[in-house]
């Protein structure tokens, strides 16, 4: 898979607050995979995106992906305590691997 | 089937010694990888599977490094003369089908050369 840049590294939230973060490609990218590490824990599959323009929603989670494919975000929205940990954003390649970005942070004050 | 499993989940070794790690896939799956991750950063792929072919190896791989997947079954991570800058998690993942390319991960092992 291309190269995929994450922004921020860290965040630092309120409970009940939002939180957004964003992967960037500056090469259109085939595929898209979120996935959240939990402290201490291993990587689970949360989303994949496929589609230009594709915008996906798993409760308080909404993903998106750029019409141009370089581009994909998460937003939490309302954040609570069992949301900290990694988020990663992945790009899908040849034989179906995976590049990861290296993720953002975060950390949510109850 | 409990997902992917990894052993052992820790490992602390000399440096110069030789460490395996095994990893079982979820049982349907012919997809396997080994990725490697460091504190800070994101899984890096080392190696893939399809059955018990190795079908890629990342140029980063150090010679050290073998793998083996004799069944297309359970798979094997072999590092010999291990180096201080082989600390690391290791993980592996399998995944199957062509539309949704899901990953599942195991726990990894946690190796540490001193």
């Known amino acids: 898979g291309q190269q995929v840049m994450q922004i921020p590294q860290y965040q630092h939230v309120q409970e009940g607050e939002d939180f957004t973060t964003y992967c960037n490609s500056s090469t259109t990218l085939s595929n898209i995979q979120w996935y959240k590490q939990r402290p201490g824990g291993h990587p689970v599959f949360l989303i994949q995106l496929v589609k230009s323009g594709e915008v996906k929603k798993q409760k308080r989670l909404t993903f998106q992906f750029g019409e141009a494919k370089k581009n994909s975000s998460l937003h939490i929205t309302a954040t609570q305590t069992t949301d900290v940990g990694t988020y990663f954003c992945?790009?899908?390649?040849?034989?179906?691997?995976?590049?990861f970005g290296k993720g953002t942070l975060l950390t949510v004050n109850p | 089937d409990t997902g992917v499993s990894q052993d052992p989940r820790h490992k602390i070794t000399k440096r110069g010694q030789n460490v395996t790690f095994r990893c079982d896939p979820i049982s349907e799956h012919n997809r396997l990888y080994w990725y490697r991750q460091t504190l800070g950063q994101g899984p890096e792929f080392l190696t893939y599977f399809q059955n018990e072919a190795q079908l890629e190896k990342s140029r980063l791989l150090s010679d050290r490094f073998s793998a083996e997947r004799p069944k297309g079954s359970f798979s094997t991570l072999e590092i010999q003369r291990t180096e201080q800058g082989d600390s690391a998690m290791y993980l592996c993942a399998s995944s199957s089908g062509q539309l949704n390319t899901e990953a599942f991960f195991g726990q990894g092992t946690r190796l540490t050369v001193v």
């Open positions: 992945a790009s899908g390649g040849s034989n179906y691997k995976l590049t």
